[in-house]
Every structure is written in structure tokens, then in C-alpha cells.
């Protein structure tokens, strides 16, 4: 962060100072946990309902912190107060980003692949220059800011993924942390219960673009009508990636090795280089085409850019992670998050990997698919059955219609069963596992992980992508 004083704090947040000195300068970081505050922290206290931040301020301030941001009085602790402390945050992550003339900051959003990507992009800038980019899906309201406020003066880039659960969120959090590149993934049917409908999602998501200035970049993915048509919704200029034809930044030549890492030729306007992904699943192409046109834009050569994307890494967890057991058992964590568009891939990649292998997925339930529950469902079911899958554990009541799905293509040669739970997944791995196998896990969250931190816990060797 860039030093403050409390003046200038409260000036930034429309706060007002209380038992403070304006003068006492805030040099960061801005935290809400009070574990984390040291000297020189701001420390936000959010009313929270089982514990309330206010409580630790007195602890925060004895740990160092200058003041604490909050919304009500705390005898002895200067204060920021503010009406409501998360906005308040938003708006002093503006004043900070405001005042960095130096920091390019990349916005991202989609309905799959925006923390794969995000990490993507990040990698690629870290080798430019000082890069902040938050942690995991910390893609919010509150992570947004957060993130946002702990650049400071080295720092050139600000990689950051704006997630939405309506209309009106992105542009939020576009007037928290204004981006002047801004890449738009894909619209799938991810929340589509809160949605409603694909063509709201789409709505919501391209007021990234809408909100970029004459001189930034729209990045969009021309594989996808609903983002390609969203050159129309803003000022800035435009580059198409993907493998359409009319992309500007293409990846043609696609081919995937045993390990479904994709391998292709980089085509661009400056010339064309050839790309060795070393992640796993189909889905990385796009996504990587995305961290290609940023770094174009940003001033990389091609073969500079084709060496970036080959030297990327799995950097957040259970996002195709791909390791292999002591038994000789490979497992595809992809169990993060799951919706029909990132069980398409995973399953794609599970048939790349499958080559010559008996494959095994283990498909929990997908949430938040509002009216198209049932479909979505059923679709991946069949999807499973057409690919080739050769053994199916379909976990929880809810997710049923996967089973059916699969169960309903007649010249299936693979077999479908619906467990109760995880642990019944677990009991049937146990007995039918067997060397060479490869086996995917996903679901939505928290529903295949017990499943895939079983498998893993049985490893002896591995973990990471390979
Ligand atoms: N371009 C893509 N198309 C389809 N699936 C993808 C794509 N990119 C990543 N995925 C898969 O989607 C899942 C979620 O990936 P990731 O966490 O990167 O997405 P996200 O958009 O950040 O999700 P969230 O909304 O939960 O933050 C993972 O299983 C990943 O492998
Ligand atoms: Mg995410």
C-alpha cells in the first residue's frame, strides 16, 4: 500500500476521525483479521454476527495498527468511523489505485476459468514486473479491495477476477478497482439460478468491458457468440483470441499428449510461435489464449509469449491437479467447483488421459444451475457415457440425473452407479482401484473433496500438476 495519512483516509472513505491524529500515517496493510495487523496496519472491523471486529480493535491497535476503520466508537482506539466498513474499503482501494499512475490493472471474469486464468495471467506479468494478484477466488466485494490495497509504488500490475451473482456486481467492482485490460472467458450457465437466464449473465458480465476507457483493451473470446458480441458494449479497442478464425490471437494445431496437456501453434498478427502447455485439460487452451493476448498487449513478443504460457503452473489448489499414486493410480483433482461447461472439459481431459487406460470419474452434484438443474445434469451424464468413461460414481441423491444420463445411452460400454454419499465413493475406489487406472473427482465445492483428499491422503508420491 501507499502510505496515508489518517486524514487522508478519512477523506478517501468519507469517514470521520475519532481519538485520531490526522497526521499518524497508515503504511499498511489493511487488514480484518487482527491476527495479521502489525505496525502501521489500518484494521477494518466488520460487524460481523458470531464475532464483531470491534471487539479485537483494542488488539489490533496494541499489535501496532494506527487506527481502526469500523462503524462504531471503541474507548481508547482511534478511529475511522464510517457508516458501512465494506464500501468504505472499496473506496479507499480507489484513492489507493487512483494514486498509482504506474499500475495496469487487469480485470477478468467468465463463468469458468477466471482463477485458472487469473493465476495464468499473473505468471505472465510476474515476469514484467511487480505483480499483485489475490490468492485462490478471493474475487469479491471484500477480496477485491483487499487485494486492490496492497499495491503500492513497485507495483506495475494488478491481476484480479471479478466475479458476479447479479447484475450490477461487476460494475461495482469496476468502480472499486477501474481495469484498463479487461478479458472476458466465456458465459456458461454457472449461477444461472440467481440469473435467470444466459443473456442476463452475459448482461452482467460484460460491464467489465463497459467499463473500460478509450485506451484500454477489451480481451474477448471469440469462440463464444455471447462474448464475441460484446465488442459492441464498450470504448475501447478490441482483440478476439481463440480458435475461431477470425481471432486475432489463435491457437491453431491443437493436439494433447498423454497427459491431455495441449500443445499448439500460436498465431498472431506479428507473427506465429509454437505453445507446449505443461497443464492438463482442453480448457487451458482458451484460457491460456487469454494470458496470450494481455501479454501482446503488454508488449511481448510471440516467443516470448509462447515461453511464458509453457512455463506456467498449477497455482491454485483442486483446479486440475493432476498426480500420480504409489499404485500407479493417476488422479484429476478438479473437484474446486464444477458446472457443465467445466465438467465438458474435465471429462474431455479424463478421455485424453484414459488412452489406453481404464477411466473412472466420480461426479458430485453441481449447484446454483436454477432451472437448468435437471438438463445440466443429464447433459454431463450422457457426455460421460459418449466420451467413453469406463466407470461412473455418480455421489449424492442430488446429483442422480448424471447417472441417468449416462445410463440412458444404450451403446454404452461403461457401468454407472449412485452412491449416498462420499465415503460410499470412497469404499468403492478401495475395492475396485487398480494400477494404471486414471480418475477424475469433481463436483460442486465441498462434495467430492472428502472423495479426492482420500485419494490423495493414499498417495505416496505426486501432487502438483505435472
Ligand atoms: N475455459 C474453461 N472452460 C470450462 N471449464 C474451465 C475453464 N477454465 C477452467 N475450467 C474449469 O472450471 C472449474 C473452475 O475453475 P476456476 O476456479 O478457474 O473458475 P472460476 O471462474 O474462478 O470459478 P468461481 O466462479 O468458483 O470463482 C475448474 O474445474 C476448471 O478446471
Ligand atoms: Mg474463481
Same mark, same amino acid.
Given at each position: ?138 474475487? @469479491? ?14 507495483? #506495475? ?63 474477448? @473470446? ?5 462474448? !464475441?458480441?460484446?465488442?459492441? #458494449? ?13 481471432? !486475432? ?11 491431455? #496437456? ?13 505453445? #507446449?502447455? /505443461? ?5 487451458? $487452451? ?29 497455482? +491454485?489448489?483442486?483446479?486440475? !491437479?493432476?498426480?500420480?499414486? /504409489? ?7 478438479? +473437484?474446486? @467447483?464444477? @458446472? ?53 460414481? $455418480? $455421489? ?26 462420499? /465415503? ?27 472423495? $479426492? !483428499? ?13
Amino acid at each position: 500500500m501507499i502510505p496515508l495519512s489518517l486524514a487522508e483516509v478519512a477523506a478517501a472513505v468519507g469517514g470521520r476521525l475519532v481519538a485520531a491524529d490526522p497526521e499518524a500515517r497508515v503504511t499498511g496493510p489493511v487488514e480484518f483479521d487482527s491476527r495479521k495487523v502489525g505496525p502501521g496496519a489500518l484494521f477494518v472491523a466488520f460487524p460481523g454476527e458470531q464475532v464483531d471486529g470491534h471487539d479485537y480493535a483494542a488488539r489490533a491497535v496494541a499489535a501496532g495498527a494506527v487506527a481502526v476503520l469500523g462503524t462504531r466508537e471503541v474507548p481508547g482506539v482511534p478511529m475511522v468511523l464510517v457508516d458501512d466498513a465494506l464500501p468504505a474499503m472499496g473506496r479507499l482501494a480507489r484513492a489507493v489505485v487512483d494514486r498509482l499512475p504506474g499500475l495496469t490493472v487487469v480485470g477478468l471474469t467468465g463463468s469458468s476459468g477466471k482463477t485458472s486464468t487469473k493465476d495464468m495471467i499473473a505468471q505472465v506479468t510476474a515476469g514484467l514486473g511487480e505483480t499483485v494478484a489475490p490468492p485462490g477466488s478471493f474475487n @469479491n466485494e471484500l477480496g477485491h479491495p483487499y487485494t486492490a490495497l496492497q499495491a503500492g509504488p513497485a507495483t #506495475r500490475y494488478l491481476v484480479l477476477e471479478k466475479g458476479a451473482r447479479g447484475v450490477g456486481h461487476v460494475r461495482y467492482l469496476c468502480d472499486v478497482v477501474p481495469p484498463r485490460i479487461a478479458v472476458v472467458l466465456n458465459v456458461g450457465v454457472a449461477h444461472l439460478g440467481e440469473f435467470g437466464s444466459r443473456e442476463t449473465i452475459a448482461l452482467a458480465k460484460g460491464e467489465l468491458v463497459e467499463a473500460l476507457p478509450a485506451d484500454g483493451l477489451a480481451v474477448l @473470446n471469440a469462440d463464444d457468440p455471447l462474448v !464475441d458480441a460484446m465488442a459492441t #458494449r464498450t470504448a475501447a479497442r478490441v482483440v478476439r483470441y481463440g480458435e475461431a478464425a477470425h481471432a !486475432d490471437v489463435r491457437a491453431v494445431d491443437v493436439t494433447a499428449d498423454e497427459r491431455g #496437456r495441449a500443445a499448439y501453434t500460436l498465431v498472431t498478427p506479428e507473427g506465429n510461435a509454437p505453445v #507446449r502447455l /505443461a497443464l492438463t485439460g482442453p480448457h487451458q $487452451v482458451s484460457n491460456s489464449l487469454a494470458a496470450a493476448a494481455v501479454a501482446r498487449e503488454l508488449g511481448m513478443s510471440v516467443t516470448e509469449t509462447a515461453a511464458a504460457l509453457g512455463a506456467l503452473r498449477l497455482v +491454485s489448489t483442486r483446479r486440475m !491437479d493432476v498426480f500420480d499414486r /504409489a499404485d500407479g493410480v493417476t488422479v484429476i483433482d478438479d +473437484s474446486y @467447483n464444477a @458446472n457443465p461447461a467445466s465438467m465438458a472439459a474435465a471429462l474431455r481431459a479424463l478421455a485424453d488421459l484414459g488412452e489406453g487406460r481404464r477411466s473412472v470419474a466420480v461426479l458430485g452434484y453441481m449447484a446454483e444451475l436454477g432451472p437448468f438443474e435437471r438438463d445440466g445434469h443429464l447433459e454431463v451424464g450422457r457426455l460421460a457415457a459418449d466420451l467413453g468413461v469406463d466407470r461412473l460414481l $455418480v $455421489v449424492g441423491e442430488p446429483a442422480a440425473p448424471i447417472h441417468e444420463g449416462a445410463t440412458a445411452v444404450r451403446d454404452w460400454g461403461g457401468e454407472s452407479v449412485l452412491l449416498t454419499d462420499q /465415503a460410499a465413493a470412497v469404499e468403492v475406489l478401495r475395492s475396485e482401484l487398480r494400477p494404471g487406472d486414471v480418475v477424475l473427482v469433481k463436483g460442486s465445492r465441498y462434495r467430492t473433496w472428502e472423495v $479426492v !483428499d482420500a485419494l490423495r491422503a493414499e498417495a505416496t508420491t505426486g501432487g502438483g500438476a505435472a
